[in-house]
């Protein structure tokens, strides 16, 4: 192995870039996302859960999760189910359709 590219890397080998799952959208789980290599693909997976986020190839996985690291989260309650919506990417929201009742809602923001 003169280059590092002969290097085969195990079916459950593991990258060294932790993100916690609530940085993905679920803030109701307190798990962390692991980079799981199966062959050339790498499943982002919550190791409290079980939750596979995502799938991407294997070379992909690093830059990945490290764009997980970095997202904005914005979250809103449904004015007509009371659901928790998380919004992973933006900072804030201001209309939405609910992820629970799948209705629209405006965000009323309180006056200052």
């Given at each position: 192995?003169?280059?590092?590219?002969?290097?085969?890397?195990?079916?459950?080998?593991?990258?060294?870039?932790?993100?916690?799952?609530?940085?993905?959208?679920?803030?109701?789980?307190?798990?962390?996302?692991?980079?799981?290599?199966?062959?050339?693909?790498?499943?982002?997976?919550?190791?409290?859960?079980?939750?596979?986020?995502?799938?991407?190839p294997k070379t992909e996985a690093w830059t990945t999760l490290s764009q997980m690291v970095v997202r904005e989260i914005s979250s809103?309650?449904?004015?007509?189910?009371?659901?928790?919506?998380?919004?992973?990417?933006?900072?804030?929201?201001?209309?939405?359709?609910?992820?629970?009742?799948?209705?629209?809602?405006?965000?009323?923001?309180?006056?200052?």
């Amino acid at each position: 192995m003169k280059d590092g590219s002969d290097h085969k890397m195990s079916s459950r080998e593991k990258l060294s870039v932790i993100v916690g799952q609530a940085q993905t959208g679920n803030l109701e789980c307190c798990g962390l996302i692991l980079s799981e290599i199966d062959g050339d693909v790498a499943h982002l997976t919550c190791n409290e859960c079980g939750t596979i986020v995502c799938s991407v190839p294997k070379t992909e996985a690093w830059t990945t999760l490290s764009q997980m690291v970095v997202r904005e989260i914005s979250s809103a309650t449904c004015s007509h189910c009371g659901g928790y919506n998380v919004f992973s990417g933006f900072s804030s929201v201001s209309t939405y359709r609910c992820q629970h009742c799948r209705k629209g809602s405006i965000v009323i923001l309180p006056r200052q």
